[in-house]
């Protein structure tokens, strides 16, 4: 067992600050790039870190030379000045569909304010391929087959509190630690008094280990994988992970098996919003039933308005694998629809 007194007091905090990194790609086939006298051009917006930024790419003639001129621009809808973001840019050229790269440029370190937002650099036609430059004749037929590539990666973030997202580390021990959890084999340092607040089932471990005061005691977590364990407590921590239409059924079932009452209020809470509309009305359903959620199936059944909607449910594999209490419920319902 790990002792507390061997805890290294100059680690560093469990808990750490994530920094969006992004990756925007575009495709370019069109003969108008080898053309002289057109300037064609690329222009999206991508959200990272949770800011607006504006991606732009366009050829331009500099003194009868074609360039590719790019701009990036940082917190393009911010009115505010009390922001500043770091980041790693770099921007790649390279061919359709292919791994050979005729440009990549870094640009390491830039900082966007409010006062600087935008990232800017020309390059020449020719340093990005001498086979494909730009063709002095108008009707020249052969299309350029370019994949633009832009990877933002950011390193700092400051005045974004609201959109800061966080995460603990669990492979490592800090302050905190006060159980080692088993999962696959693998350790796992937690904090079991805040887990305790939140569980009864770690309440009661955490009970049952009282008597071993000066070690941390480990406990094994049988039948869950590591990825959905840690996925787990990524969303019962502070660092709060939201729940997705990729996770929630996971957590449902978890949060159930472990008592997390807090778990299952985050999963009602996103099932009841347009985000969990591509999830079946009946696996909601269904879901509702299993975990004792009313006002989510009040708010399925507000979704199904005649007979015709109750009854696609019977034409799928689903409606096999419903519990006895929603098939009463659907039944319930096609009778009053039947009758109206």
Not at 246 to 270: A, I, P, Q, T
């Amino acid at each position: 067992m790990l002792e507390r007194g061997r805890i290294n007091l100059n680690d560093p905090p469990k808990i750490k600050q994530l920094y969006m990194s992004a990756t925007f790609t575009q495709d370019v086939e069109d003969k108008e790039w080898t053309t002289v006298s057109t300037t064609p051009k690329i222009e999206t917006s991508l959200k990272v870190g949770g800011v607006d930024w504006v991606f732009k790419v366009q050829k331009r003639a500099i003194e009868g030379t074609p360039h590719v001129g790019f701009t990036l621009v940082c917190g393009s809808k911010l009115k505010s000045a009390l922001w500043r973001i770091a980041a790693n840019v770099k921007l790649i050229i390279k061919k359709k569909n292919g791994t050979e790269k005729f440009v990549e440029r870094s640009y390491p370190n830039n900082e966007f304010t409010f006062a600087s937002k935008t990232l800017a650099d020309m390059i020449p036609w020719d340093e990005i391929d001498t086979t494909l430059a730009c063709s002095n004749k108008e009707n020249s037929k052969s299309p350029v087959t370019l994949s633009f590539e832009l990877q933002i990666d950011i390193t700092k973030s400051y005045g974004f509190r609201r959109r800061a997202r966080f995460e603990y580390s669990f492979f490592e021990p800090s302050y905190e630690t006060d159980m080692i959890l088993i999962v696959e084999n693998r350790e796992l340092y937690v904090n079991a008094t805040y887990l305790a607040m939140l569980s009864p089932f770690f309440r009661s471990l955490q009970s049952k280990n009282m008597s071993l005061y000066g070690e941390v005691p480990t406990e094994t977590i049988n039948d869950v994988s590591l990825e959905d364990f840690l996925e787990l407590l990524h969303v019962v921590y502070p660092s709060e992970k939201r729940v997705t239409v990729e996770n929630v059924e996971m957590l449902l079932k978890l949060g159930d098996r472990y008592n997390f009452e807090s778990v299952l209020v985050k999963c009602e809470d996103f099932l009841v919003t347009p985000k969990a509309d591509d999830i079946d009305v009946f696996t909601r359903l269904e879901w509702a039933s299993k975990y004792a959620m009313a006002d989510l199936q009040d708010h399925c059944v507000s979704k199904l308005n005649s007979a015709q909607d109750i009854g696609a449910v019977k034409k799928t594999l689903l409606y096999g694998s419903l519990s006895h209490e929603t098939r009463k419920l659907l039944l319930e319902l096609m009778l009053k629809f039947s009758n109206m």
